[in-house]
């Protein structure tokens, strides 16, 4: 396969772990291209950190290039993906008992919704993971209303969801399209990267970032940054792909996460969890994303198997060892798909 190569002047060099700083390192996957959505050039190259075990693509695009390979990116897209949808009549139930939990847990006023589902989806841990992971596990309003700031907020499906329960919202985003899309819906939502928010400190009560440090150049100057946006006692949500998680392992260089160049850098728990701690955030807890496997696997399979690995909106039934690697995340917190941190200031 003949691949157009990144012009040379718009790479540059990443001679050490932008997470650790450590120089030695050895070729994880070499010669990845984009089989995620096919539409970025070049080859690349992804190394992994010989102290820290996180990493990263070396060369790399220039920052001011680097929207070349976001053409087409799902942020995009204005329509917000359920957890299941109503489909057949177990589907339909499971949706519904979703959004009568959400509802009561979250103080959300969704349609379509059985009350039973507080009660009933405690009893299913798997979806409740889910449920609470869609929610980004929100914290109580505080006591005369909250501010609530999305970092890589794409088309505002979240801040949609955080403002029904009360909060007060803002979305920033370095894609003109999906904040062009976020303002049609009436949300505050501002393009750009963390410089927007210059002669800001203190001002947020929850901080969120989902699926975005992995895209990152620096990724501790950002979390130093949002740890000083965050009021003392403010909460930092933050989910990634995990480097160390069960479809890493089985797909290695088809796995669709590494999904080159946009995403730069890839943790594991422990490196993710030590840069959060350096940035100066304390009670640092890892909670679980259910029901994440039976959608992410497939595109893997797919690139593995020479198509496109685009994110899928909804799944048919699970193959029997995606169940298994289902109730394997959840008592392997290692080896879970996705990392996602709850930190405080």
Known sequence: MNVKPWPAEDL???PQCPVCNNAERSLLHGGLTDRVFQVADGSWDLYRCANCDSAYLDPRPTPQSIGRAYAGYYTHDVEDHPIVRRMGRVRTLLHDWINGYENRRYSLHRPLASPVGRWLLPLLPSLRAAADAECR???PLPKGGGRLLDVGCGNGGFLMLAQQAGWQV???DLDEAAVNTAKSRGLEVRCGGMEVLDGQGECFDVITICHVIEHVYDPKYVLRRLHSLL????SLWLETP?????GA?????????LDPPRHLILFNPESLHR??????????RQRWRGMSLFGVFAPSEAIAGGGAGKLASHMGRPPLRDVLAEFLEMLQPSR???LIFIARK
Request: hydrophobic residues 40%.
């Open 12 to 14: 540059e060099a990443v």
């Open 231 to 234: 009021k003392p006692g403010g």
């Open 275 to 284: 840069c959060i701690m350096e940035a100066g955030f304390g009670s640092i």
């Open 242 to 246: 995990n480097l160390g998680g069960l």
């Open 137 to 139: 596990h929100l914290p």
């Open 336 to 338: 879970r798909e996705f």
């Open 170 to 172: 803002e979305g920033l």
């Open 249 to 257: 392992m089985r797909f290695g260089p088809s796995w669709q996460a």
